[in-house]
């Protein structure tokens, strides 16, 4: 079937799979190899049938989706596409977490090492000697799920005439907000892990020999990520080692927050004041997610924009115990 003979409607949003997926099996990307149409995906090609921009200075407005039944279905996909480019602009999970699990359901156990002695170096074994072991276990615990997002509040008639590279900010912002959100539940999975080691700072404020501790702390792991609340922030930089001329430049020049020790340093609330989390990304927490970005499809495509949401659902769970620590005032 060509793709502008496609019949658009709600239910390539009911099938279990993204929108695009749905479209991709009706009219797969692979027939277009070597037509001008080659590099764009289902979506895409419809937004092209319906001479549909999204962006630049010539964009359309918001009512050229609602020209037609059929691109009024393209709507929602369009709010989910930009709600993600939000949310790739601030992903900071990304960036924290060892891996990403797509479930179907809102039930998930992972699995978990624990607090155990993982040493990277492996041991000589005598012949006739067993092998250390590595215990994996279910955890005894489901990973919570939560759901993070907005809820639009307009009308059509506000949006109608603005340009969708517009509307794609606006709705960008939410992304961004969702990102934030996550970031903020994946550190609380971290805190609350009851492994987790905690190590009273040497005096009432953070110092470099408690970031040097914290090193010390790590093997066989790497300290690869540091998250502080912003008044914690304020004392470190002003740390002689923190003023060291080439992190100087490098923050300076790109706003990059990285620690003497090559950490990335990320800042959130979440975080009580002096206490520094550190964790080794490659090995602390497992994030979990139900789909992508949540349209409510039927509203946005019978305009009924006043109170439609957008959201994701996700999880988070920790896997090795000993991958993360934290240092904090003394009481």
């Known amino acids: 079937m060509a793709f502008d003979n496609i019949k658009l409607e709600k239910g390539l949003y009911t099938t279990g799979k993204s929108f695009t997926q749905a479209l991709e099996e009706i009219d797969p990307s692979d027939n277009y190899r070597g037509t001008p149409l080659e590099g764009l995906d289902a979506y895409e090609r419809q937004l092209k049938r319906f001479d549909i921009k999204v962006s630049g200075a010539n964009s359309d407005p918001v009512s050229k989706f609602f020209a037609t039944t059929d691109s009024a279905a393209l709507f929602p996909e369009y709010i989910s596409r930009a709600v993600k480019l939000g949310v790739m602009d601030n992903n900071k999970v990304e960036r924290i977490t060892a891996t990403t699990t797509e479930i179907d359901g809102m039930d998930y156990r992972s699995i978990y090492i624990g607090n155990q002695n993982t040493d990277f170096e492996l041991e000589t074994v005598d012949e006739g000697t067993a092998l250390p072991e590595l215990n994996i276990k279910l955890n005894d615990k489901l990973t919570k799920l939560e759901k993070h997002g907005k809820m639009l509040v307009t009308s059509y008639e ?16 939410i992304g961004s907000s969702i990102a934030n959100s996550e970031f903020s539940q994946a550190i609380d999975t971290i805190l609350n892990d009851e492994n987790l080691k905690v190590r009273a700072m040497q005096s009432s404020t953070v110092s470099y020999a408690d970031l040097v501790n914290m090193v010390a702390d790590f093997v066989p792991y790497q300290m690869t990520s540091m998250v502080v609340n912003p008044s914690t922030l304020a004392s470190m930089l002003i740390l002689p080692e923190f003023r060291d001329s080439v992190a100087g430049l490098d923050f300076h020049g790109t706003g990059k927050m990285i620690t003497p020790f090559g950490a990335e340093l990320f800042v959130s609330k979440i975080v009580e004041n002096n206490m520094i989390l550190a964790f080794d990304k490659n090995y602390a927490v497992e994030k979990v997610q139900a789909g992508g970005i949540i349209t409510e499809f039927d509203k946005l495509i019978d305009r009924q924009l006043e109170r439609a949401t957008v959201s994701t659902i996700v999880g988070f769970s920790t896997i090795y115990g000993n991958a993360a620590t934290a240092v904090c005032k003394s009481n």
């Open 158 to 173: 506000a949006i109608k005439f603005q340009k969708l590279d517009l509307f794609t900010t606006a709705l960008k912002h």
